[in-house]
């Protein structure tokens, strides 16, 4: 079985500035992993993938990820947010195993952008 | 090519009926998983269809079901709703094979609230 942490249900930050969202998995099986956006009454839009390969991952809208296996970790990271970039955000984990779609789902980062 | 579309948008029923909710895949993928999303538990999966079999299933009592029909529609239906139901009901779908290295796209949800 898998899990996600999430460290911050909430995180504030000046519009420009950048910004890292951390994740923290736990598994026993080899995983792929996922960064997750949702925009208020919609569904989720994927930002990211780590799937094999180069650690550091880029994604749409300028955000960018690193899986490091050792601490378990795909933190989320953008140099400069913009407003646009309000919005909640998801960690997700899949085993590798042929067959298996299900995502595990962090609790979710709520990014807020001050002007 | 149109994505994931799920109907209704928004729904609202009276606690013991029963309610369906419908996901219709973009065309060409064969795998639609279903997953709750609610403030206090987050988002949790339901259940995994693939090729009209289920094929992955989380922790749901049996109350919630679905199916997929052989053009990979799918539907998911809830008997005697309780309150706790109440919650956006998100639709994936995928091709289904991970050796393709595919990912989920996700429908806008359907909003259901039992009154």
């Known amino acids: 079985a898998q899990s996600v942490t999430q460290l911050d249900s909430q995180v504030p930050v000046f519009e420009e500035a950048p910004v890292e969202l951390r994740c923290n998995y736990s598994?026993?099986?080899?995983?792929?992993l996922f960064w997750y956006v949702q925009y208020p009454n919609q569904g989720l839009q994927l930002l990211l993938k780590?799937?094999?390969?180069?650690?550091l991952v880029k994604g749409i809208n300028g955000f960018e990820a690193e899986f490091n296996k050792s601490q378990t970790s795909f933190h989320l990271r953008k140099p400069s947010v913009h407003i646009s970039d309000t919005a909640e955000y998801f960690c997700?984990?899949?085993?590798?195993?042929?067959?298996?779609?299900?995502?595990?789902f962090g609790t979710g980062t709520r990014l807020t952008i001050i002007p | 090519k149109a994505g994931v579309t799920q109907t209704p948008r928004y729904l609202i029923k009276t606690r013991g009926q029963q309610v369906t909710l419908s996901c219709s895949p973009i065309?060409?993928?064969?795998?639609v998983s279903w997953y709750q999303q609610t403030p206090g538990q987050g988002l949790q999966f339901l259940f995994e269809y693939f090729s009209e079999t289920q094929r992955n299933k989380g922790n749901f009592p049996g109350r919630f079901s679905g199916r997929q029909f052989s053009n990979s529609r799918s539907e998911m239906n809830v008997s005697t709703l309780e309150l706790g139901d109440s919650a956006l009901y998100l639709c994936?779908?995928?091709?289904?094979?991970?050796?393709?290295?595919?990912?989920?796209?996700f429908g806008q949800g359907t909003r259901l609230t039992v009154v």
């Open positions: 598994s026993s099986v080899s995983v792929y």
């Open positions: 780590y799937l094999s390969g180069s650690t």
């Open positions: 997700a984990v899949s085993d590798q195993s042929f067959g298996n779609e299900k995502l595990t």
């Open positions: 065309s060409g993928h064969r795998s």
């Open positions: 994936a779908s995928s091709l289904g094979d991970r050796w393709l290295n595919t990912e989920a796209f």
